[in-house]
């Protein structure tokens, strides 16, 4: 089992739309989480970090869900420009920094 | 804006070679990670350093693979010898660790390997 996992998607969905990945991990003792967004042929760009309790950066929310291991993402009034691919982020432990990544889901938003 | 730079950003060169690519991360970033990005793999985590430290490097293979950081400006990773398999994008990130927390990390926009 892969420590993170995400489906590949690609995910298409209409403008406006709301659309939500998931993402679950495997080390129960992951102590952060992030999403981060890659733009065709593009470095991966932080998107947003996710907090315990959740949070929210204008129509992007993030969630952590600690009793199942998983992280999601929810996007409102999806616009054409955030076609990309989202890649969450576990660093898997105190005492580590490493960035896994997973494999990533590919969003086209369509007109 | 503070940015993560690698060299080169494209790179062709023939099975056998030796290739070394470069970063610099960005100023004051104690954290430094090296990437490589394929359609099947995905990123793969090759290694990563703290303090210029190698903490981690059980991703890369060791036979042709080798990471350094000369000192706090500047990683490299070489290949020697290079193979098709190689071909893929290498990022470079930096990051900066408070307490014991990394904040975020940062990528360059990678160097694209070609072997033939």
């Known amino acids: 089992r892969k420590e993170v996992e995400q489906d590949p998607g690609p995910f298409n969905v209409p403008e406006g739309a709301t659309v939500a990945f998931n993402c679950t991990y495997s080390?129960?003792?992951?102590?952060?989480f992030f999403w981060y967004r890659q733009d065709c042929r593009k470095e991966p760009k932080l998107l947003m970090s996710?907090?315990?309790s959740g949070n929210e950066d204008g129509r992007f929310t993030a969630q952590l869900n600690r009793a199942s291991q998983y992280i999601s993402l929810l996007i409102r009034d999806s616009k054409l420009s955030d076609s990309a691919t989202y890649l969450c982020?576990?660093?898997?432990?105190?005492?580590?920094?490493?960035?896994?990544f997973g494999t990533g889901t590919r969003l086209k938003v369509l007109a | 804006d503070a940015r993560v730079t690698q060299t080169p950003r494209h790179k062709v060169t023939e099975m056998g070679q030796e290739v070394t690519m470069r970063c610099q991360p960005i100023?004051?970033?104690?954290?430094v990670f090296w990437y490589r990005q394929t359609m099947m793999q995905g990123l793969e985590l090759l290694a990563y350093?703290?303090?210029?430290?190698?903490?981690?490097d059980s991703g890369m293979p060791k036979d042709r693979f080798s990471a350094e950081m000369p000192d706090a400006t500047l990683a490299t990773l070489k290949i020697q010898p290079s193979e098709p398999r190689d071909s893929a994008v290498y990022f470079c990130?930096?990051?900066?660790?408070?307490?014991?927390?990394?904040?975020?990390?940062?990528f360059g926009q990678g160097t694209r390997l070609t072997v033939v």
């Open positions: 990130a930096s990051g900066l660790v408070q307490y014991t927390s990394l904040v975020r990390a940062f």
């Open positions: 996710v907090y315990s």
């Open positions: 080390n129960s003792a992951s102590q952060s």
């Open positions: 100023l004051g970033h104690n954290t």
């Open positions: 982020v576990v660093i898997p432990g105190s005492g580590t920094y490493k960035y896994i």
């Open positions: 350093f703290r303090n210029r430290a190698p903490l981690d």
